[in-house]
């Protein structure tokens, strides 16, 4: 499983510190954990059905299977690699990139008006050619405090700034 889940972290906790240091947000929490090293462990306190509980973080590397779930929970969204049927269904003019198949509605994504049959061409400046290729761009996103997205729809292309 993933960090949290061998720290022993479940839904509905509450990150209070880290290192005893106070943490005041999301953005806090996600800022101060993507400057730890790979490898290094984390000093949680945690809230939990009003109980004060302490948990040990090991820092690592997002596994490339966690990537759709991470990408689904952080962005909002689902991605598939680009196939004929998808080309037909979504009238695609490229082959190349991913196309978005699913936005989840109060989403960071949208929110920010991305839709079913939008391709991300690009992640934070890598060219995105397939899912594998997105996969290794979002595994070297994660942890960061904004994404930077190259979407094509139709005939356009254009950024978006995505801060998880």
Same mark, same amino acid.
């Not at 949680?44 to 302490?54: A, P, Q, T, V, Y």
């Given at each position: 499983?993933?960090?949290? &889940? ?6 509905? %906790?509450?990150?209070?510190?880290? %290192? #005893?240091? $106070?943490?005041? &947000?999301?953005? &806090?929490?996600?800022?101060? *954990? ?5 490898? #290094? *462990?984390?000093h949680?306190? /945690?809230?939990? !059905?009003?109980? @004060?509980? =302490?948990a040990?973080? $090991?820092?690592?590397?997002?596994? !490339? %299977? ?11 969204? #689902?991605?598939? @690699? /680009? ?11 490229? %082959? ?9 509605? +109060?989403s ?5 008006? /991305?839709?079913?049959? &939008? ?10 050619? +397939? @899912? ?12 960061? !405090? =904004? ?8 005939? #356009? ?8």
């Open positions: 499983g993933s960090p949290s &889940d061998k720290a022993g972290l479940k839904q509905g %906790d509450v990150i209070l510190s880290l %290192d #005893n240091i $106070k943490v005041s &947000d999301k953005s &806090d929490y996600t800022e101060r *954990t993507s400057t730890y090293p790979v490898g #290094n *462990t984390i949680l306190k /945690i809230l939990r !059905e009003g109980k @004060e509980r =302490s040990l973080l $090991k820092v690592s590397f997002l596994p !490339e %299977d966690q990537v759709a779930k991470y990408t689904k929970i952080w962005l909002g969204f #689902n991605v598939m @690699e /680009i196939n004929k049927s998808l080309v037909r269904r979504y009238r695609l003019i490229s %082959d190349q990139g991913v196309v978005v198949t699913g936005v989840m509605p +109060n960071v994504s949208g929110k920010i008006g /991305i839709q079913p049959g &939008d391709v991300i061409r690009q992640i934070n400046q890598t060219r995105i050619k +397939n @899912e594998k290729n997105f996969k290794t761009a979002m595994v070297e996103a994660t942890g960061r !405090e =904004s994404i930077l997205l190259l979407v094509q729809r139709g005939q #356009n292309g254009y950024y978006v700034t995505l801060e998880p």
